[in-house]
């Protein structure tokens, strides 16, 4: 039997409180298993192991009144407010009949009785792996889970109706305009209920069709019920700690006023930016932060790793992933040693890479060294491949190999650069083509090579870049329209009509002063 309580409207601070003590005190036998039904004012939530900073537009949300908080759970940032029904359940593993022995399982499998629910409200639902749950192809619930002591936890929201421009504006969504196209951008990827069913159906409809779900998928009864006294007690003493900087601010440091350095990494268990701080003076890592859309449990273990990390030296710090690993044995889902010693291995190059040529942290962020690329292979790099979307719309020679550097668009500034330190540019017409040129520089036996690319392109198409085994640096490009304009399909077929930005005048930045640099060395 399941308790069933509602908590209403609240800020987040209520709401996350009781998240916590729901986990806290179920853990103590202190209540039931229990199934919550929540909403929350309007607000802009980061998931546990995320950064306020890189993640919430602080000055908008305050200028307008949105609340900002963090989550006890992972995953993504998120926009909540009254046009979201929350829903969440936290039990005991021997509560329901599944031998349920991964976070990834018990993710499939409360999704699916959500699913079952929510179908009967005329809505066709599906659950997709990782964690999402949608309807032909456009998101409409988001969930995340974690699990403490052999009791899980585990919630999710139902877009009753949403306004986009309060989700762009509120996270760091990377929108430089707000115009029509981006609200269209926005819209083709997500949906809500009055979006698929013309209405919004009575709030008590939806929640007994929800819970009728998890009673047939689980075949569970439930029962309702008001807040114990153990949880009154527990908000009247805790809630204020999840409004104060402290918790919203948990272990992390502001990127704009903190020397880092930043770098990207995507695996099977999601993605990971992760900001350094570093004394290059003392060849000293300060202090490391993961953030991104990944899950562990339990959530204290990333936590744990960065403290581990702390004060370094980055000579040891291969050594000293490898040694929390051995001592701790942490249990990750879907991320392993490997994944970190990677991102660790990013980090050292990019460190290097600043000491010898002295580029700025923000042309550092851009870079995305692959295949063991180290620095020193930077300058004996052979080729310079380029988007053809960098080219303008109109120009005769926007799909072809071929650019006269009449003086239009960056991609003729790079054509000068590739010239000027006899580097070999190509301009990539689309993803076939791309495939084509990096299986024949593999046939060519071309060591390395530099390419421009969106991190977007990167993170979805990176097989591609690995899979050949040739050395390279890419430089992300600093407005992937079609990604913003969720026509990538089309990009990768070398018919979308945007011109992207490269910001070139890296090249010559970079070149430039490794030449000096080997100079002043010899």
Request: net charge neutral; with cysteine; aromatic share 14%.
């Amino acid at each position: 039997m399941f308790r069933v309580i509602d908590t209403g409207l609240q800020d987040f601070s209520f709401n996350i409180c009781m998240d916590r003590s729901l986990v806290e005190l179920r853990k103590e036998g202190l209540i039931e298993d229990t199934f919550r039904f929540l909403r929350f004012k309007p607000c802009a939530l980061v998931g546990y192991h995320q950064s306020v900073f890189s993640e919430i537009r602080q000055d908008y949300c305050k200028d307008n009144g949105i609340g900002i908080g963090r989550r006890i759970t992972g995953g993504g940032a998120l926009y909540c407010d009254e046009m979201q029904l929350g829903w969440e359940i936290v039990f005991s593993s021997k509560s329901i009949g599944l031998n349920i022995n991964s976070l990834e399982k018990l993710t499939e499998n409360i999704c699916g009785a959500f699913v079952k629910g929510i179908n009967k409200l005329g809505i066709n639902a599906k659950f997709r792996p990782r964690n999402d749950i949608e309807v032909d192809g456009r998101k409409i619930s988001g969930t995340g889970g974690t699990y403490e002591s052999s009791i899980y936890f585990f919630q999710g929201t139902l877009l009753l109706d949403f306004n986009p421009e309060y989700m762009i504006k509120s996270l760091r969504i990377p929108v430089e305009k707000l115009t029509s196209k981006n609200f269209d951008s926005i819209l083709s990827r997500v949906t809500s209920v009055k979006n698929v069913i013309g209405y919004i159906p009575e709030l008590e409809y939806i929640k007994s069709s929800i819970l009728s779900g998890f009673e047939e998928y689980f075949g569970i009864d439930f029962y309702k019920s008001g807040l114990s006294t153990k949880e009154e007690d527990f908000l009247k003493e805790n809630r204020a700690d999840f409004a104060a900087e402290d918790w919203v601010y948990l272990n992390e440091f502001d990127p704009v006023e903190t020397k880092m350095i930043s770098e990207i990494y995507k695996c099977d268990g999601g993605l990971f930016k992760t900001y350094t701080r570093v004394d290059q003076k003392r060849n000293l890592l300060k202090q490391i932060y993961f953030t991104g859309d990944y899950f562990v449990s339990p959530t204290r273990t990333i936590a744990d790793l960065e403290s581990y990390l702390k004060d370094t030296t980055l000579d040891e710090l291969i050594f000293k992933i490898d040694d929390y690993f051995k001592k701790f044995d942490p249990k990750f889902q879907n991320i392993g040693k490997k994944d970190f010693l990677n991102i660790a291995v990013q980090i050292i190059n990019k460190v290097n890479f600043s000491k010898n040529t002295g580029i700025t942290e923000e042309d550092l962020s851009r870079f995305i060294f692959i295949n063991g690329m180290r620095p020193e292979d930077v300058s004996s790099a052979e080729f310079l491949l380029l988007p053809y979307c960098a080219k303008k719309a109109k120009c005769e020679y926007r799909n072809e190999d071929k650019c006269i550097s009449c003086g239009d668009c960056e991609t003729g500034t790079a054509y000068k650069f590739a010239e000027r330190y006899n580097i070999k540019p190509k301009t990539i017409i689309n993803y076939e083509n791309l495939v084509e040129t990096l299986n024949r520089l593999k046939a060519e036996k071309i060591k390395s090579y530099i390419g421009f690319c969106c991190k977007e392109f990167y993170i979805k198409r990176n097989d591609a870049f690995r899979k050949s085994g040739i050395k390279a640096l890419l430089i992300d490009i600093s407005s992937p329209l079609c990604y913003l304009l969720h026509k990538e399909e089309g990009a990768y077929e070398g018919i979308f009509n945007g011109e992207t930005s490269l910001g070139a005048g890296v090249l010559f930045k970079m070149f430039g002063q490794m030449h000096d640099y080997h100079i002043a060395d010899s």
